[in-house]
């Protein structure tokens, strides 16, 4: 009954190696953004995705790449990773039908986040 | 572009007590978001606040939003060591259509002592 899920949990990997993290949530969202969380805990949005659609893309170097293939899932392919990719990924999903008098509202639920190591 | 302060950014408190986070953010806004990170794990959502003068309470915590001076307020009331956690404020940018964007705040690790 998990709403938003992330694999793995954790990843370590070498310097220069190509990996992925995959996400997925059953709360019938349009909306999925992947977060970076560094060593500070500082939050940044990488990208996000509407209805399979790429809406948000920060400055992120290109080595990362987002992929949806439904509006279920987003997954994170990273190429040629680097010590300062080490950091813990969040992936998160809202609902952006969910409307106020001002205007849409965007209330969003994260996953349990992947630890990424490069070493 | 749109930036987000808390403070403090620690804070240590004694159980019982009384305490206020604050988060303050540069352009106008009228919806905020507090959520709470227990350490190692994920962001829980707290409060949603979407105009002037909204005031949300849940147990011992409560978030207000003051959009005309840029500043939301999460109070701690009677604090207790299961709120220890870092609290984060997050403002919604508008990004065009029905697609929003959160900048997040610092964060404010709260350590409540016994």
């Known amino acids: 009954d998990t709403a938003v899920s992330q694999t793995p949990k954790y990843l370590v990997t070498q310097m220069g190696n190509d990996k992925s993290i995959k996400c997925e949530q059953n709360?019938?969202?349009?909306?999925m953004y992947w977060y970076k969380q560094d060593s500070k805990k500082f939050l940044k949005i990488m990208f996000s995705?509407?209805?399979?659609?790429?809406?948000i893309n920060e400055t992120v170097p290109n080595r990362f790449s987002p992929k949806s293939p439904d509006k279920a899932h987003l997954n994170l392919h990273i190429n040629s990773l680097e010590l300062g990719d080490s950091a813990v990924y969040f992936c998160a999903s809202s609902q952006n039908r969910d409307y106020h008098q001002s205007g849409y509202y965007n209330e969003q639920f994260f996953g349990p986040g992947t630890r990424l190591t490069v070493l | 572009e749109l930036k987000v302060e808390q403070n403090p950014l620690f804070l240590s408190m004694q159980e019982g007590k009384n305490y206020t986070i604050y988060c303050n953010y540069s352009?106008?806004?009228?919806?905020l978001y507090w959520y709470r990170q227990d350490p190692g794990k994920s962001l829980e959502s707290l409060f949603v606040l979407l105009s002037n003068g909204a005031v949300k309470q849940e147990g011992r915590l409560m978030a207000s939003l003051d959009t005309k001076a840029r500043l939301s307020t999460l109070h701690i009331t009677a604090a207790v060591h299961d709120l220890s956690a870092t609290y984060f404020c997050?403002?919604?940018?508008?990004?065009?259509?029905?697609?929003?964007?959160?900048?997040f705040g610092t964060g404010t690790l709260l350590a409540v002592q016994p």
């Open positions: 352009t106008t806004s009228d919806r």
């Open positions: 995705y509407n209805n399979k659609e790429l809406i």
């Open positions: 997050a403002v919604d940018r508008g990004y065009g259509g029905a697609t929003n964007k959160l900048i």
């Open positions: 709360l019938g969202h349009d909306t």
